[in-house]
């Protein structure tokens, strides 16, 4: 079992800046691929960015240049910097854990932060 909780979203004007932090518990997290998603009203939920167990990393169109995802797997925790923001990047973000083993496939998610990007 894996426990995500994410954190740093909050209410930001046009052009500025957040982190968001996703901190994981009773697992170790450098065996999972990881995600941030977002999901905004009325809309269905969307891959922003992901990275693997490796490193390697994967954004979506919309945030190419302006989001960075990593993570440190001393602090069992994965960020999203995200950068330039606008307003339809308001939405709820939320940190996935993502593993396959032996066949199973074990998937989980966090309780979503709100970002809000607003003059």
């Known amino acids: 079992q894996v426990q995500l909780v994410e954190s740093g979203g909050g209410l930001v004007q046009p052009g500025g800046s957040l982190r968001l932090s996703c901190a994981a518990s009773?697992?170790?997290?450098?065996?999972?691929?990881m995600g941030w998603y977002r999901q905004a009203p009325g809309k269905q939920r969307e891959l922003v960015a992901a990275?693997?167990?490796?490193?390697?990393?994967n954004y979506a169109d919309s945030v190419k240049g302006r989001f960075t995802i990593s993570r440190d797997n001393a602090k069992n925790t994965v960020y999203l910097q995200m950068n330039i923001l606008k307003p339809e990047d308001t939405a709820v973000y939320y940190c996935?854990?993502?593993?396959?083993?032996?066949?199973?496939?074990?998937?989980?998610w966090g309780q979503g932060t709100q970002v809000t990007v607003s003059s």
């Open positions: 996935n854990a993502d593993r396959v083993r032996l066949g199973v496939r074990y998937d989980y």
């Open positions: 009773g697992s170790i997290i450098s065996i999972y691929a």
């Open positions: 990275i693997t167990s490796g490193g390697s990393t």
